[in-house]
């Protein structure tokens, strides 16, 4: 009895635990929101609060007003979000399935071959030199799409739950006449829905959040992804904020330009819609992950 | 003579029926690896480019060999010792603080029921998903000198407001704060995963010795976590000389001011490409990465496998 109660005490103490963790992981967004409602007179005046004393959308609506570039950003970003996560995980399971399979001589020397570049690469100068003099890919969707396309951690996750997936299936499927490929498309994939829908969704927010590829290979308006777009405007919006015009305008009370808000209102919407996302796939994400088989 | 050959054939003869059984299977690993071996494999070869004084109209292998001329400024820059200090610091900093606080988390989550698990993991995935584009606008709201929140609480408690960007100590727990953060969530799930693939055989046995909760804990999972814990361990080994270009470049604004704690390798390769174009110091430096980073992986797994061999990690 005394006993159940210490466990409770300390249960307490644990979820007392997590509750301040998560509030210190949840917090800044909620900064970012407030800021982003805030009326820049209130944020001169008063700084960042996380109850806004001025409420304003105005950030949102100088945002929205010329919806062009955000809508072509957007654009951008699915198309590579969505194309890439596909072509990714449809690699990745290829790539995966034949190293997970003991009976397969050939396993452990492929397994080492797609670990290998885990451990050594050329670097970034040579990877540039190759997708932009060799393979011709400046400037182009695919040059955002296929850096992210194959990544060894998610192979060897994918391993890893494959690992799990008993040979007497596979085996009594071959009895009955099923080839590889086909086990593999109408058994293997369906099997393995909590692992492609993890690392689906992990593979769809590295597409979703690149920016550095982009920072690369585009320099051409029209392929420039929304995490791009947020640097650029940063960028744009400090020059102007900083710029002598800015100032003589402002003393003029030609403009009152909201440049922290906005910034905020950006950021809230690029990163967004992922956020929203992603909390319905939580619950594939313990079985999906077994990084431990990772090994041999 | 004729016997080895013999055996030679029949091995060979013996490899191609398997391959030829499992023709399905290598169709299968095609795709992914020609495509390792064309966007990982091939750049391998451009290595080469350190040494040499790369032309774009020449090429790869037509431009002119240089020696170790393209290593020279940095060994000779005066940032060369801040740089290499900055990234190996940083790096053993998130390795150790990344996994004591994930390993911490992951056992105490074990204890939770379920329902609340959730939720806690969501809330701390929740930073894991945004760019690093975005943890630099979030950082910029904390620590804006004018109107940052830092700076508001500092005011109300009477402390004297700081210009953050300007200055170089406080990055050095800044920077691995946000790390921390930003990253938690997965480490955290990595090795709950290993927690919850424990067989359960275990903590019963142990509770009808009388094991309590914290026994259980240091003599059942963190020994049963260990080989996880050493394959994260090294893997972060090999990247000691190679650090977060986002990290340390969005979140420190690249304001000049705070570059003695927050430059590293990669953000000082960048300025130099961007600045200057320089093609040959970054390929040199990318060199040195690579072969350092490799170098050090094979040391620590070296290591692991002489003090425990099922440990290492091949």
Not at chain 1, 32 to 55: C, D, H, M, W
Not at chain 1, 235 to 248: T, V
Not at chain 2, 12 to 29: D, G, P
Not at chain 2, 47 to 67: C, E, N, T
Request: aromatic share 16%.
């Amino acid at each position: 009895m005394e006993k159940a109660n210490r466990n409770q005490q300390s249960n307490w103490v644990i979820n007392g635990f997590f509750i301040i963790v998560c509030l210190l992981m949840a917090v800044p967004f909620f900064l970012v929101i407030a800021v982003s409602v805030t009326s820049e007179n209130s944020l001169l005046q008063n700084g960042y609060r996380f109850i806004p004393k001025e409420l304003s959308l105005e950030a949102f609506r100088i945002v929205l007003k010329t919806p062009e570039l955000l809508l072509k950003g957007y654009g951008v970003t699915i198309v590579i979000t969505v194309i890439g996560t596909i072509l990714s995980l449809l690699l990745t399971a290829m790539s995966a399935y034949p190293i997970s399979r003991r009976d397969f001589r050939y396993n452990r020397p492929l397994t080492f071959y797609i670990f290998f570049t885990m451990l050594f690469n050329g670097g970034i100068i040579p990877f540039y030199i190759l997708m932009t003099q060799y393979l011709h890919l400046k400037n182009t969707l695919m040059a955002l799409i296929i850096p992210l396309m194959l990544n060894p951690f998610n192979i060897m996750i994918m391993k890893g739950y494959l690992d799990k997936i008993s040979i007497e299936i596979i085996e009594s499927a071959k009895i009955d006449g099923s080839g590889e490929l086909r086990i593999f498309f109408r058994i293997v994939l369906p099997l393995s829905t909590p692992a492609l829908a993890t690392l689906g969704l992990f593979i769809s927010f590295a597409y979703w959040n690149d920016w550095f590829n982009a920072l690369l290979f585009i320099d051409n308006e029209k392929y420039v992804p929304l995490q791009l777009l947020l640097v650029r405007i940063l960028s744009q919006i400090e020059f102007l904020a900083n710029s002598p015009l800015a100032e003589a305008a402002s003393k003029l009370q030609f403009t009152n330009f909201p440049t922290l808000s906005v910034r905020m209102a950006m950021a809230i919407l690029a990163g967004g819609p992922m956020l929203i996302i992603f909390p319905f796939f939580q619950k594939y994400f313990v079985k999906g992950i077994t990084v431990g088989s990772l090994k041999s | 003579m004729s016997k080895t050959h013999k055996v030679k054939k029949r091995w060979f003869i013996q490899e191609f029926l398997h391959l030829r059984k499992n023709r399905e299977l290598l169709l299968l690993a095609t795709p992914g690896i020609l495509f390792e071996l064309i966007i990982a494999y091939v750049p391998m070869v451009g290595l080469i480019l350190a040494f040499k004084y790369f032309r774009y109209d020449k090429g790869i292998f037509g431009s002119q060999w240089v020696g170790f001329k393209n290593f020279e400024f940095i060994f000779k820059s005066q940032d060369a010792w801040r740089i290499i200090r900055n990234t190996i610091l940083y790096n053993i900093t998130y390795i150790l603080l990344g996994t004591i606080v994930a390993l911490l988390f992951a056992l105490l989550l074990n204890e939770v029921s379920g329902r609340l698990v959730k939720i806690y993991q969501t809330t701390m995935f929740l930073p894991y998903f945004i760019s690093l584009v975005l943890v630099g606008y979030i950082t910029y709201a904390f620590l804006d000198h004018k109107n940052g929140y830092l700076n508001v609480l500092f005011k109300w408690f009477g402390f004297e407001p700081h210009k953050w960007y300007f200055e170089s100590t406080p990055w050095m727990f800044i920077l691995p704060l946000v790390a921390v953060w930003k990253g938690v969530g997965f480490s955290t799930l990595i090795y709950y995963a290993g927690i919850i693939g424990i067989h359960s055989d275990y903590y019963e046995a142990a509770k009808l010795d009388g094991a309590s909760r914290i026994q259980m804990m240091a003599r059942i999972t963190l020994p049963l976590l260990k080989p996880l814990i050493i394959i994260v361990f090294i893997l972060g080994l090999g990247n000691i000389f190679r650090g977060d270009f986002g990290l340390h470049y969005f979140v420190p604004n690249n304001v000049g001011a705070n570059l003695a704690t927050t430059d590293i390798i990669d953000t000082y390769v960048y300025r130099a490409l961007s600045k200057l174009g320089d093609i040959n110091s970054g390929a040199a430096v990318g060199f040195l990465q690579s072969v350092v980073g490799l170098i050090t992986i094979l040391t620590a797994n070296f290591i692991v496998r002489r003090v425990d061999k099922d440990n290492a990690l091949f």
